[in-house]
């Protein structure tokens, strides 16, 4: 005698979270990918706010900052600096790059770099993990 079964057995469940799960690691690669990209483009953008607060400080100051006080004469008038502000040139949140680490400033003499170390943390790489330099964007 047959009876009627109704439900799914092991096998199709199994077979479902295989699909499910397929789906799902194809779906969070493209999501975090995503992510990533918002982070590097932000990070450029923060750069161009960066470059244009150096700008305004080299107008009112005559020079870029020192190495030695670096991205922080934007917050805080310098003793070298006698026309700074009148007020900050630039918020602090903006001084950390999307990966919560302070961007690197680095006074050449002739021009000034800006730069995040990307995702990673660590210089070079490829990808999401490349570094963002206002060099970049010259």
Same mark, same amino acid.
């Given at each position: 005698?047959?009876?009627?079964?109704?439900?799914?057995?092991?096998?199709?469940?199994?077979?479902?979270?295989?699909?499910?799960?397929?789906?799902?690691?194809?779906?969070?690669?493209?999501?975090?990918?995503?992510?990533?990209?918002?982070?590097?483009?932000?990070?450029? !953008?923060?750069? @161009?706010?960066?470059?244009?607060?150096? *700008?305004?400080?080299?107008?009112?100051?005559?020079?870029?900052? %020192?190495? $030695?006080?670096?991205?922080?004469?934007?917050?805080?008038?310098?003793?070298?600096?006698?026309?700074?502000?009148?007020?900050?040139?630039?918020?602090?949140?903006?001084?950390?790059?999307?990966?919560?680490?302070?961007?690197?400033?680095?006074?050449?003499?002739?021009?000034? !770099?800006?730069? @995040?170390?990307?995702?990673?943390?660590? *210089?070079?790489?490829?990808?999401?993990?490349?570094?963002?330099? %206002?060099? $970049?964007?010259?």
């Amino acid at each position: 005698m047959l009876r009627n079964e109704k439900g799914m057995n092991l096998i199709e469940i199994m077979i479902v979270m295989v699909i499910i799960g397929g789906l799902l690691s194809v779906i969070g690669t493209t999501v975090f990918n995503a992510l990533d990209r918002s982070r590097m483009s932000t990070a450029r !953008i923060q750069i @161009s706010e960066i470059s244009k607060a150096l *700008e305004m400080y080299s107008t009112d100051c005559k020079s870029y900052p %020192s190495n $030695d006080v670096g991205l922080q004469a934007l917050l805080q008038a310098p003793a070298d600096c006698k026309n700074w502000g009148p007020g900050q040139y630039l918020k602090k949140n903006v001084l950390t790059d999307p990966w919560n680490r302070e961007f690197l400033y680095e006074n050449t003499g002739q021009k000034y !770099i800006i730069k @995040s170390l990307g995702k990673d943390g660590k *210089e070079g790489g490829e990808g999401v993990n490349a570094d963002i330099s %206002s060099e $970049d964007e010259k």
